[in-house]
């Protein structure tokens, strides 16, 4: 990794609260990961942070902790009606996050309870709907921006085209389930670091399957 490495804090600012929020929640983020999240959501410098892909709150934790410390905003788009692997019957399909009611996946009242049980309300804003739709209206420039929202080529290309556009300058772009062996897991993520990559953000840190990149 580049020497940028040294621009993320190592030190943490999560309450032991926080901590113990993060780990309880449901959600697929490890938590070495998502301390790597918190730190260079921390680097970023309190502007305002756009995740894609909420779930449940375990990420938003980890995010919106380090806005609370340095001030700015974590907006989490996500229609939370899952990915394709967490549809009923599918391999990552949890039934807590089914409503009963519809049969549909609803991890909408997960997020809202992960959010309020950590105390970031004021810190984390739910966004409800579909990453490209919720692209094509926004103008805020963001400081940080991570994608870990669907994984098929076409989604995660089109987060990538929608939002990253937005981040500023010398914005922080993380991006989740990047494998560079097809054996690990689904290619679109990595190839979405790949375009990053030829599109001139460079390696900041990485950590399992996060990677964290700069222009
Ligand atoms: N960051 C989460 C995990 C995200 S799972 C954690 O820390 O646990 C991926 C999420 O992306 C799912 O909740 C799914 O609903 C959402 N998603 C997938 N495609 C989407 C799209 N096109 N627009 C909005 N959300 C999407
Ligand atoms: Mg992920």
Not at 4 to 30: V, W
Not at 94 to 103: C, E, I, K, N, R
Request: aromatic fraction near 8%.
């Amino acid at each position: 990794m580049s020497d940028l490495a040294d621009a993320i804090p190592e030190d943490s600012a999560m309450t032991g609260a926080d901590l113990q929020a993060a780990h309880a929640a449901r959600g697929f983020m490890p938590h070495a990961e998502g301390l790597l999240l918190h730190r260079a959501a921390l680097a970023a410098g309190g502007g305002p942070m756009l995740e894609i892909g909420g779930y449940c709150g375990k990420s938003a934790v980890y995010l919106g902790s380090a806005a609370r410390h340095r001030g700015g905003v974590l907006f989490s788009v996500d229609h939370h009606r899952g990915s394709e692997e967490n549809q009923p019957g599918e391999l990552y399909c949890d039934s807590a996050v089914v409503d009963v009611q519809t049969g549909k996946v609803d991890s909408l009242p997960h997020f809202r309870r992960t959010i309020e049980e950590t105390g970031l309300e004021a810190w984390v804003v739910a966004v409800v709907g579909s990453s490209p739709l919720v692209a094509s209206h926004w103008c805020t420039p963001l400081s940080l921006l991570f994608i870990d929202g669907g994984h098929t080529e076409e989604a995660a290309h089109a987060d990538y085209a929608g939002f990253v556009p937005h981040l500023d300058g010398s914005g922080w772009l993380l991006i989740h389930d990047v494998f560079g062996d097809p054996a690990d897991g689904g290619q679109a993520p990595f190839h979405v670091y790949c375009r990053a990559l030829e599109e001139g953000f460079r390696d900041v840190a990485a950590e399992g399957s996060l990677r964290v990149l700069r222009r």
